[in-house]
Structure formats: C-alpha cells, structure tokens
C-alpha cells in the first residue's frame, strides 16, 4: 500500500475516533515544537509539523492511534498491522 494511502487511512481512523489532526508550520515559531497527540480545550488532536517526510508523519500518527481503544473500527490489514507494531514499541 503506497505511503499517502496508509496516511490517508489514518487520518480517517483518527476522525472515526473522534480525534482531530492538524498539520501546522511550526518553523516560524521560534520555539522547538513536537509532533504528537495533545489535549486542547478538552479535545484530543494530533498535531503534525507540516514539514515532517511523509514516513515521520505515519510514524506520529500511528504511534498515537495505538494507544487508543480501535477494535471496533474496521482497518486495513496494512493500516491494522501498522498500528500493532506501534502498539508493541
């Protein structure tokens, strides 16, 4: 499954869980900034550095998206299996 569909999957995984993502340019902040998830006023998000690589932007997604309760949504076996790995580090 080519990378920007995986991402694409993710992203939908995240809306069906009620999580919201946003990709922001934090270069003209002057402050060191993280990709991650967060909690801002009371909903979860994951903030993404826009200018991240595709692969780190799965990785921050994925890795927040393991530690959420999923079962009951259906996901690709690509998608499924990436999520489990991140669910195990």
């Known amino acids: 499954m080519k990378p920007e569909k995986i991402y694409q999957e993710l992203k939908e995984l995240a809306e069906k869980l ?8 934090f270069r003209n902040t002057g402050v060191r900034v993280k990709s991650g998830s967060c ?10 550095d826009k200018h991240r690589p595709l692969a780190k932007k799965i990785s921050v997604l994925a890795s927040a998206l393991a ?8 996901l690709v076996p690509a998608v499924r299996d990436l999520i489990a790995k991140y669910a195990e580090e």
Request: charged share 20%.
């Open 67 to 74: 530690k959420l309760p999923h079962d009951t949504v259906y």
């Open 18 to 25: 009620g999580v919201g993502v946003e990709e922001h340019n």
């Open 39 to 48: 909690i801002v006023h009371g909903k979860h998000l994951i903030i993404i």
